[in-house]
Nanobody
Framework: QVRIVESGGDLVQPGGSVRLSCTISGRGFDFSNFGMGWYRQAPGKRREMIVR???????EYADWAEARFIISKDDAKNMVTLQMINVRPDDAAVYYC?????????WGQGTQVTVSP
C-alpha cells in the first residue's frame, strides 16, 4: 500500500515563502515511474490541483496558478517538494501531494499552510 507523508507547512507572512516536502513509499512502488503533483484544499472549497510534473519533467500549472509554485522531484529520495514564494492570504490551505494522475486511495494527511501577518 502506498503511503504519502507531507510536511513543511507553517505560519507564513504575506509575501513570505515556504517549502513543502512529500515522501511516498510502498511495497512495489517505483517512484521514478510516476509523475507527481501538488494539490490544495482551502476551507469550504474543493481540493484543486496546483502544479504537476510528468516522469519526463514536464511541468503543468493550473490555469490560476503562477510561477510562485515551484515543483521539484527527487527520484533517489522518493521525494517531491513545492517551493511557494510571495505567499498570499488566499494560499492558506491544506496542501497535499499525490501521483499524477492522483491515486484516489492514497491521499495523505496533508500539511497546513497558514498565512497571517
Amino acid at each position: 500500500q502506498v503511503r504519502i507523508v507531507e510536511s513543511g507547512g507553517d505560519l507564513v507572512q504575506p509575501g513570505g515563502s515556504v517549502r513543502l516536502s512529500c515522501t511516498i513509499s510502498g511495497r512495489g512502488f517505483d517512484f521514478s515511474n510516476f509523475g507527481m503533483g501538488w494539490y490544495r484544499q482551502a476551507p469550504g472549497k474543493r481540493r484543486e490541483m496546483i502544479v504537476r510534473m510528468s516522469t519526463r519533467g514536464k511541468v503543468e500549472y493550473a490555469d490560476w496558478a503562477e510561477a510562485r509554485f515551484i515543483i521539484s522531484k527527487d527520484d533517489a529520495k522518493n521525494m517531491v517538494t513545492l517551493q511557494m514564494i510571495n505567499v498570499r492570504p488566499d494560499d492558506a490551505a491544506v496542501y497535499y501531494c499525490n501521483t499524477n494522475p492522483p491515486c484516489p486511495d492514497c491521499w495523505g494527511q496533508g500539511t497546513q499552510v497558514t498565512v497571517s501577518p
